[in-house]
């Protein structure tokens, strides 16, 4: 019997407060307050957004996680033991439900471009990362890009771009930094192996690292310093 305690662990709702403060957080610097309604629905909006992201990457990248010990552990779909009917239902159905959530909070045009540049970025990740060769070095750009604009799409919510200032413009750039290191090199670091096996793209595999050394290559300190940026 499937448990939702499994369906949380396919679609990765354990960093969904990623998600959820990259948003809020830009809705925050643009807003002097907050109302319990607005943690409801942006929190709301970043669950489909999350959903939508990750059941959209297990299918581009079934091929290579099904070698994968990890992601064979985690998810369902995987695993074989949620169908693919049902995958892409669950994935699909957030696009109206997120329509629906920009209907409900009045989006201006503004933040629907911003959050649609947001999605196509984390798309063209999805899409590219495990087969760009040497230039996932470039698309791995895209997933920080996607949280930068995700970042944007919360402080647009609450202010107009024009009001953007040199501070807010920082912390755009230092999410942008953060995810990076985060899912570059931390993510990257982790999947190696079975990335290199399987022939899939990976960063410090285009980098020239391999396996067998990648523990050397890669510094503790720099481990550290992603996981606190992150």
Request: net charge positive; hydrophobic share 50%.
């Amino acid at each position: 019997m499937v448990k939702l305690r499994d369906i949380a662990l396919t679609y990765r709702l354990y960093i969904l407060p990623i998600v959820y403060v990259t948003m809020i957080y830009g809705f925050l610097v643009a807003n002097n307050g907050i109302v319990w309604s607005d943690y409801l629905i942006l929190g709301l909006v970043s669950l489909s957004s999350h959903i939508l992201g990750f059941g959209f990457n297990d299918l581009v990248d079934l091929k290579y996680d099904k070698e994968n010990p990890r992601h064979l552990r985690r998810s369902l779909f995987v695993r074989g033991e949620m169908s693919f009917k049902w995958h892409i239902i669950i994935t699909l159905i957030q696009v109206p439900v997120l329509l629906f959530w920009a209907i409900v909070l009045n989006v201006s045009r503004e933040t629907m471009i911003i959050a649609a540049l947001s999605i196509s970025a984390i798309m063209f990740y999805n899409v590219l990362g495990k087969k760009s060769g040497v230039l996932v070095l470039i698309v791995d750009l895209f997933f920080p890009l996607s949280m930068s604009l995700l970042f944007l799409t919360g402080y647009s919510l609450s202010a107009p771009l024009s009001e953007l200032s040199i501070p807010v413009i920082l912390l755009a750039v230092s999410a942008f930094f953060g995810f990076f290191l985060g899912n570059s090199v931390l993510a990257g670091y982790r999947d190696i192996c079975s990335d290199l096996d399987q022939g899939a793209s990976n960063f410090h595999g285009a980098l020239g690292s391999q396996s067998a050394n990648l523990q050397i290559s890669l510094s503790r300190s720099s481990r550290a310093l992603s996981h606190g940026i992150y």
